[in-house]
């Protein structure tokens, strides 16, 4: 069943902003540090990645807050009316407000939005006005960076939540992660099926041609890409794809085929793959399916399955794998949940993370060596330490008892990643 999380209203705006933030910081008003503000809020539990680390300065005057917040590197307010990044940042400013204790093991959240309104768009930086409004509320005028008015919040309602409720709300959203799991299929006995074979664009647009000519349209084009390139390695995938594409794009392309239906075959693509560059062709042609529906089908067989594949056509599956002659199709299965036992990293081994620097490689490391107790990271990067917050990771995450290690490195230059990898302690070998 449905469920509603939110439900709003939109109206006219027909008043201009009635705010002016030209003055600023206004008169009488008391900086606050906030130098240290995100290692305080990691340290209470509230941890915000780098896009949302936008509080740069803040003042009170008679219980009323004034900041100035911006978009970190890396972030455009492009596309956006107010990029939610620097929105977050000017509510994380009213924690400075004093709107009252909250029980221990709770915290506000937003709850109802009341006269919401947009004067301007495109801002990266932003002057804050936030004031308390009402037992639970608070209001926020917002303006760019010469005190044009940007947006207002009328009214922005909070409400208490326990940190049962969030962990209960966590433990639910278990039921929906699911992975790609392959189902038993049932064949029938059908008679076999004639298939005009292809093996790329010009054997497509040829026998467009032939069509146009007066020749019946085909029912079933037949591309099998094992047969079409004898390249190995990576130069197989890279010819296999191209290969597939152009006659993807010359068939759809065709208007005389228009009631032809492609079969693609690959061997070894899915399930137990033993061919990369099937598995690139699959990846290829199932966006193609989805551009085209019931156009297309994707065979993977072995060798003691070619028998079955116009029974595998006649079944209506898109995906089939053939082993054996048993039949198997993709489906979506729910994710059985993790062990709770602990963590499955070995203690002394090494973990390697690639793009270790970067934003998610960032908060990766930080999750291994905070929930997995990992002691030993070895993060790897194209710039190194001279990566944006690289040295400032390291002595994060030392001070945490992990030994941590960058390097610059690119994964994809095989001999530099070998030597990389050769470089590992025979004490603290590569185990993840």
């Not at 010469?146 to 209960?168: C, E, F, H, K, N």
């Amino acid at each position: 069943p449905w469920t509603r999380h939110v439900s709003g209203f939109l109206t006219k705006q027909d008043h201009a902003a009635d705010f002016d933030l030209g003055t600023w910081p206004p008169a009488g008003a008391e900086p606050v540090d906030v130098s240290d503000f995100y290692e305080r809020q990691l340290a209470a539990g509230y941890g915000y990645g780098p896009a949302f680390q936008g509080v740069q300065s803040l003042w009170t005057k008679d219980g009323e807050v004034y900041a100035e917040v911006v978009l970190p590197d890396g972030q455009s307010a492009d596309g956006f009316g107010l990029h939610p990044a620097l929105l977050d940042a000017a509510l994380q400013t009213t924690g400075f407000l004093g709107t009252g204790e909250t029980e221990e093991g709770t915290t506000r959240l937003p709850f109802a939005w009341n006269e919401v309104a947009l004067y301007a768009s495109g801002a990266s930086a932003l002057r804050v006005h936030a004031t308390r409004s009402g037992t639970d509320g608070l209001s926020l005028d917002l303006a760019d960076h010469t005190g044009a008015p940007v947006a207002a919040i009328g009214t922005l309602a909070m409400r208490t939540v326990s940190a049962q409720q969030l962990g209960a709300a966590g433990g639910q959203s278990h039921d929906s992660l699911f992975r790609v799991d392959w189902a038993p299929v049932t064949l029938a006995n059908t008679a076999r099926t004639e298939f005009a074979p292809v093996s790329g664009a010009d054997d497509v647009r040829a026998l467009a041609e032939a069509v146009a000519s007066g020749t019946p349209v085909p029912a079933h084009l037949l591309l099998d890409t094992r047969k079409v390139s004898a390249a190995v390695g990576a130069a197989r995938a890279h010819a296999l794809a191209v290969r597939v594409l152009g006659a993807l794009q010359a068939w759809t392309a065709e208007s005389a085929l228009d009631e032809s239906r492609l079969i693609v075959v690959t061997g070894g693509a899915v399930r137990d793959a033993t061919d990369p560059a099937g598995t690139a062709v699959w990846g290829l042609v199932r966006s193609a399916q989805a551009e085209n529906p019931d156009r297309i089908v994707l065979v993977d067989l072995d060798e003691g399955s070619e028998g079955l594949l116009s029974a595998a056509v006649a079944s209506g599956e898109p995906q089939l794998a053939l082993r054996q002659g048993t039949a198997t199709a993709p489906r979506l299965a729910r994710e059985p949940r993790a062990d709770a036992t602990g963590s499955v990293l070995h203690p002394q081994g090494t973990v390697l993370v690639t793009g270790g620097t970067g934003t998610l490689g960032t908060l990766l490391a930080r999750h291994l060596v905070t929930s997995h107790q990992v002691k030993h990271l070895l993060l790897v990067g194209r710039r190194g330490l001279a990566a944006e917050g690289a040295v400032e990771l390291v002595e994060e995450l030392s001070a945490l008892g992990a030994e941590v290690r960058v390097e610059a490195c690119d994964a994809a230059d095989r001999e530099a990643l070998g030597a990389l990898l050769a470089s590992v302690p025979v004490e603290h070998p590569l185990t993840a």
